[in-house]
Structure formats: C-alpha cells, structure tokens
C-alpha cells in the first residue's frame, strides 16, 4: 500500500525508515534507518530522528530537536522548540588510555514520554527518566527524575509543583473526596471539571 506522508526536499530520511501516513517532516530535517514514526506526526525545521527511535502517532517536534536513540515518544506528545533529550549517563569522548570511545563503549540510558505529555521550550530531560501521561514540563526545565502522571514540574532541578488536566488546565484538589484509605488523592479541572485520581505517592512530593 503507497504512503502518504509529506517530505520536505531539503529532509534526509532513511529508506529504512518507516513514516506513518499524514506525517510530515519540514526542513533541514534527518530521520535515521531503523526509526519509526507514527501517524499525523509534525517535525518542524531541523529535528534530528536517531537510529531505531520510536515516535507515536500524532506527536508533534517543534524546531531544533534532536531525539536519539534510547527515546520513545507515545502517541500525542508534545515537545517545545530546542528541548534537549541525552542518552549518556557518563559521556565521554575518549577512553582512559586516550583512543576515541565506538558504539560498543557506551551504554545507552533509555528516556520514556508517555501518552499526552508536553514538554516546554528549553526543557532538558535527563536520559534514564520516564515522563507520565498528560504531565507537563516547563520550559527551561532540567528533569532529572520520574514525571508523574498529570505531573506538572519546572525549575532547576525540576520539582513536581501540581497536576494537570488533559486540557492543560491545573487541577484543584477536592476538599470533601480525599479517601486517605484508598491511597488516592481525587482532583478536579476547574475548567472542564474532569475528575482526576491522583496517587497519594505522587501527591506527596508537591512543592506548594
């Protein structure tokens, strides 16, 4: 069956790599053999696809990302402009006797962004971390952590300051629906006023 996604001629994509329809990929950018990349997928200008990435369907890469090997991105994930991911706990150029470091020398950290999650402009995810569903990362962040789900985190390190609705709204706690038994905190959108369950786990590392 023919695909139908659209590459823009200034892009470089592997043959062996495979593009869900609906997708398209803008200038300058370059997807790797072995990357596979959902449907309904935007990579803005310059995004850089790494060897056997995995990219959901309808996730959207804005400007001067690269995403390397050892990160999955789910279905729906967004990232900010110029968003950095790593895959090196120990980066080095070189070996201790001084000769330059192969692909065998390394180990790779694996980075997960689940269903729904955005991340902000600028925003640095440290590899060996996973990022939960529908949570939010501000811009400027330096994750170093586990994301919640619904997580909202920003700062320097990052630190879990709320939750968030799937339309982006912070939730609110509900006074009269705290189960201290049941190990779940229920939240509330004051927007859309989706009621949301929160681990108790999760609630307890707030900044307030």
């Known amino acids: 069956m023919e695909s139908n996604y659209f590459v823009h001629p200034t892009a470089d994509v592997s043959p062996h790599a495979i593009?869900?329809?609906?997708?398209?990929?803008?200038?300058?950018?370059?997807?790797?053999?072995?990357?596979v990349i959902g449907r309904n997928c935007i990579l803005s200008k310059g995004v850089y696809i790494d060897a056997d990435v995995r990219i959901g369907?309808?996730?959207?890469?804005?400007?001067?990302i690269s995403v390397y090997h050892g990160?999955?991105?789910?279905?729906?994930?967004?990232?900010?402009?110029?968003?950095?991911?790593?895959?090196?706990?120990?980066p080095r150029s070189i070996k201790p006797d001084g000769t330059l470091k192969g692909a065998d020398?390394?180990?790779?950290?694996?980075?997960l962004v689940k269903l729904g999650a955005s991340i902000g402009a600028h925003a640095a995810i440290v590899c060996g971390v996973t990022i939960g569903c529908w949570a939010m990362v501000g811009a400027g962040a330096i994750v170093t952590r586990d994301v919640p789900d619904y997580g909202l985190t920003y700062g320097?390190?990052?630190?879990?300051?709320g939750?968030?609705?799937?339309?982006?709204e912070k939730l609110t706690e509900m006074v009269d629906g705290t189960n201290q038994d049941s190990g779940l905190?229920?939240?509330?959108?004051?927007?859309?006023?989706?009621?949301?369950?929160?681990?108790?786990t999760d609630y307890a590392r707030l900044i307030i």
């Open 156 to 161: 320097n390190p990052a630190q879990l300051h």
């Open 57 to 64: 369907n309808n996730v959207k890469i804005q400007n001067g």
């Open 105 to 111: 020398d390394w180990d790779v950290s694996e980075t």
């Open 185 to 200: 905190i229920p939240m509330q959108c004051p927007i859309c006023h989706l009621t949301i369950l929160i681990l108790q």
């Open 71 to 90: 990160v999955t991105l789910e279905d729906g994930v967004f990232c900010g402009p110029h968003c950095v991911f790593m895959n090196d706990r120990r």
């Open 19 to 35: 593009i869900g329809n609906g997708t398209n990929i803008w200038q300058h950018c370059q997807v790797r053999e072995g990357a």
């Open 163 to 168: 939750f968030v609705c799937p339309c982006g």
